[in-house]
């Protein structure tokens, strides 16, 4: 199995500073069709997942432009370019290059 | 608006059995993969399994091959997630999600229900 690892596991921000979390896989995430399948997915306190980016750097709809991805290979990045309130929660870092699909143990966005 | 709506979770004793329902509205449910995470208590999110669209191709998270089957309906719109042999630790929060995974697709999770809570406790 792929093995996800996310660093920070806990980033207490200040409102309008910037945030970064990595992804790091334990093999390439690169597929057989050249593609590299990692998503990054926010879950707000008390709120079901819910997909911010796909194919490392493509932001799905609606998500504000202050969230961006990073990264190729084995080494991925999650970027909040000013973090607000409604930033607080969980974020993963997800892999479905093979099953099974496997998610980072999630990184904790809080306000200082 | 894409909606998905979980249901069938409930408190059932170690080894019992449950059968979770997902019913979809609002995209072609037939062209789709479906997939079932769950997410035990105050814990991060463990894929569970997912069903090709036109349901022959299935895969298990090893936690719970052999004791867990997805299905569906592609006439009624909606997956199941048929759980038998249940253990404490398959105590969650069940989230079904919509999978593109077709060539072009995103290969990730674009929409999630709001959940059922299964609890296995005698």
């Known amino acids: 199995d792929i093995v996800m690892t996310q660093t920070p596991l806990s980033s207490p921000v200040t409102l309008g500073q910037p945030a970064s979390i990595s992804c790091r896989s334990s093999?390439?995430?690169?597929?057989?069709?050249?593609?590299?399948?990692l998503s990054w997915i926010q879950q707000r306190p008390g709120q079901p997942p819910r997909l911010l980016i796909y194919?490392?750097?493509n932001r799905y709809s609606g998500v504000p432009d202050r969230f961006s991805g990073s990264g190729a290979g084995t080494d991925f990045t999650l970027k909040i370019s000013r973090v607000e309130a409604e930033d607080v929660g969980v974020y993963y870092c997800?892999?479905?290059?093979?099953?099974?699909?496997?998610f980072g143990q999630g990184t904790k966005l809080e306000i200082k | 608006e894409v909606q998905l709506l979980e249901s069938g979770g409930g408190l059932v004793q170690p080894g019992g059995s449950l059968r979770l329902s997902c019913a979809a509205s609002?995209?072609?449910?037939?062209?789709?993969?479906m997939s079932w995470v769950r997410q035990a208590p105050g814990k991060g999110l463990e894929w569970v399994s997912i069903?090709?669209?036109?349901?022959?191709?299935?895969y298990y998270a090893d936690s719970v091959k052999g004791r867990f089957t997805i299905s569906r309906d592609n006439s009624r719109n909606t997956v199941y997630l048929q759980m038998d042999s249940l253990r404490a630790e398959d105590t969650a929060i069940y989230y079904c999600?919509?999978?593109?995974?077709?060539?072009?697709?995103?290969?990730?999770?674009?929409?999630w229900g709001q959940g059922t809570l299964v609890t296995v406790s005698s």
């Open positions: 093999q390439s995430l690169v597929h057989g069709d050249g593609n590299t399948y």
């Open positions: 997800m892999q479905a290059k093979q099953f099974p699909h496997t």
């Open positions: 194919k490392i750097s």
């Open positions: 609002g995209f072609t449910f037939g062209s789709y993969a």
């Open positions: 069903i090709y669209s036109g349901g022959s191709s299935t």
């Open positions: 999600a919509k999978a593109p995974l077709r060539s072009g697709d995103c290969y990730c999770f674009d929409y």
